[in-house]
């Protein structure tokens, strides 16, 4: 089975702290991706990677950053951390091209609260 | 742009009742279709998916049919438990992955 895993799954951190979220999958998969979920907005993306040291931004890359040094790792960034990043972030992996119909393994997710 | 629509929850049932939970979507080109299950507690994984216009994803007693015609993909069970009480969610992939908003469901025993 595809395991992802998220390096915490709560967090709490104090506003303008740079705050690093990892994630690490298992399966050798080219895609790695990272979420935040919000009650009534579901999950909206915000980077993703298909490459090593390869990035693109998604919906919601304001106040974020990522890093992909490695192809089974995947680095989160709040670079000045605020408290409208106070939410569930996911991460996910899955094989093939970014539009491919193959599913996204997903972490169980870190809850981050910003105070 | 591509969006996924899903009915508003939360929905309840008790055992054994028929669940339907449905989803629209609007999409440019052939967007593979899915349902991600979310327990609580968990990340999301994979329920079931169509990549075709009438193809029937269908597991764990879960179905969906991918309708061009009316753009859906209404998720449905027979005879629901206990233990599927969770969050559901629609979503597609055209040149990314674009989620619908999450259908909570509770069932009661």
Known sequence: DVKVTQSSRYLVKRTGEKVFLECVQDMDHENMFWYRQDPGLGLRLIYFSYDVKMKEKGDIPEGYSVSREKKER????LESASTNQTSMYLCASSYGTVNSNQPQHFGDGTRLSIL | GNSVTQM???????EEAF????????????PSLFWYVQ???EGLQLLL???KADDKGSNKGFEATYRKETTSFHLEKGSVQVSDSAVYFCALN???LVFGAGTILRVKS
């Open chain 1, 74 to 77: 995947f680095s989160l960034i």
């Open chain 2, 8 to 14: 508003e929850g939360p929905v309840t049932l008790s």
């Open chain 2, 19 to 30: 669940l339907t939970i449905n989803c629209t979507y609007t999409a440019t080109g052939y």
């Open chain 2, 39 to 41: 327990y609580p507690g």
């Open chain 2, 49 to 51: 998916k169509a990549t």
């Open chain 2, 94 to 96: 055209g040149n990314k």
